[in-house]
Structures are given as C-alpha cells and as structure tokens.
C-alpha cells in the first residue's frame, strides 16, 4: 500500500485534546492518524494473520502426526508377523 506523508501544526488546545486520547504505547502522530482514519470510516485496526498461522501449524502437526501413526502402524504389523 502506497501512502503519502502529511505535516501541518496544530493548536495547543489540539494537542491536548490528542493527548487524552492517546493509547498507551501511542505517539501523537499515531493517536492522530487513528483518530483520522477512524473519523474517515476507514478501518484502523491492523491485519492479524495469528489465526492463520495457528491453523497453518495445526494443519502441519496434524499431517506430520498422522505419517508417525502409520509409521507405527506399519511398525506393530511387521512386529506382529514376526
């Protein structure tokens, strides 16, 4: 995604006005570019891909489990034939 920079000045009365809404953690130019964002009805919440990767590792110990058990399976039968 392209963006572009913006730079302007704001009033005291603004900044303060910013710095009660800040998050912890938050600078004021984030605080700020949320608030806008927001206000625009644009999402400004950030893209979470732990799901997806948690199904990932899931999908991949289920299939690296599912080879161990016919390993023992094929294991048992040659020990049963013995």
Do not use: C, H, Y
Not at 2 to 13: A, G, M, T, W, Y
Not at 27 to 47: F, M, V, Y
Request: no cysteine.
């Amino acid at each position: 995604m392209v963006s572009k920079q913006f730079s302007f000045r704001l009033s005291d009365e603004v900044v303060e006005w910013l710095e009660g809404l800040q998050l912890e953690g938050e600078s004021l130019n984030q605080t700020a570019q949320r608030i806008l964002t927001k206000s625009a009805g644009l999402s400004t919440e950030p893209l979470s891909t732990s799901v997806d990767i948690k199904s990932l590792v899931k999908q991949e110990v289920e299939a690296s489990l599912g080879e161990v058990r016919s390993q023992l399976e094929e294991l048992r039968g040659k020990s049963i034939a013995r």
